[in-house]
């Protein structure tokens, strides 16, 4: 069965600092995997995905994300945080098919300070 | 572009009462999901659909039903609500190529 895995629950970033988020995840081939972002009151939004090819993805937002099939991980990156990436961070695995039957993670709250 | 559309946003229910939520999509989808949000999980899948006439059970689809008469509508059916059912309900709608799920703005539903 599919899993994954983000270790950290909080964390705070300067604004104006590099941020990586942590995703590790559990599938017997090889995965699609998503990053959503959810702003307060909202819905989940798709900052990027990959699906096969390069293992570094542009999203939108100025967010990158490297696929490590070695390390099983998917992790997050955003050179310089504004104030508005102020946000939940979900990371997410579904089959390589078609019809996406996907499972998140439990989520990484982004703060950022002044 | 509407989207994904979500009703109530919000809702109270006692215990043992019932309620449907609903979810209308208008970007032509076939696939559509609910998924409950709580607090440090992370979001769980309850239901999907492949189309209409078509629906199959997620990961925790206890206590809930569901039906897709059309492509557009997938509205999510609570018969006796209990406390366990408190949460945040997610739809979700994507095309056949399953690159993106769309989502609603949510339905914080409280059980007291």
């Known amino acids: 069965a599919q899993s994954v895995t983000q270790p950290d629950i909080h964390i705070t970033v300067s604004e104006g600092a590099s941020l990586e988020l942590r995703c590790n995840y559990s599938?017997?081939?090889?995965?699609?995997l998503f990053w959503y972002v959810q702003s307060p009151g909202q819905g989940l939004q798709l900052l990027l995905k990959y699906f096969s090819g390069d293992t570094l993805v542009q999203g939108i937002k100025g967010f990158e994300a490297e696929f490590k099939r070695s390390q099983s991980s998917f992790n997050l990156r955003k050179p310089s945080v504004h104030w508005s990436d102020a946000a939940e961070y979900f990371c997410a695995v579904g089959m390589n098919t078609g019809f996406q039957k996907l499972v998140f993670g439990t989520g990484t709250r982004l703060l950022v300070s002044p | 572009n509407a989207g994904v559309t979500q009703t109530p946003k919000f809702r109270i229910l006692k215990i043992g009462q019932s309620m449907t939520l609903q979810c209308a999509q208008d970007?032509?989808?076939?696939?559509m999901y609910w998924y409950r949000q709580d607090p440090g999980m992370g979001l769980k899948l309850i239901y999907y659909s492949v189309g209409a006439g078509i629906t199959d059970k997620g990961e925790v689809p206890n206590g809930y039903n569901v039906s897709r008469s059309t492509t557009e509508d997938f509205p999510l059916r609570l018969e006796l609500a209990a406390p366990s059912q408190t949460s945040v309900y997610f739809c979700?709608?994507?095309?056949?190529?399953?690159?993106?799920?769309?989502f609603g703005s949510g339905t914080q539903l409280s059980v007291l």
């Open positions: 979700a709608s994507s095309p056949p190529s399953g690159e993106k799920l769309f």
């Open positions: 970007m032509n989808h076939n696939y």
């Open positions: 599938y017997g081939a090889t995965p699609y």
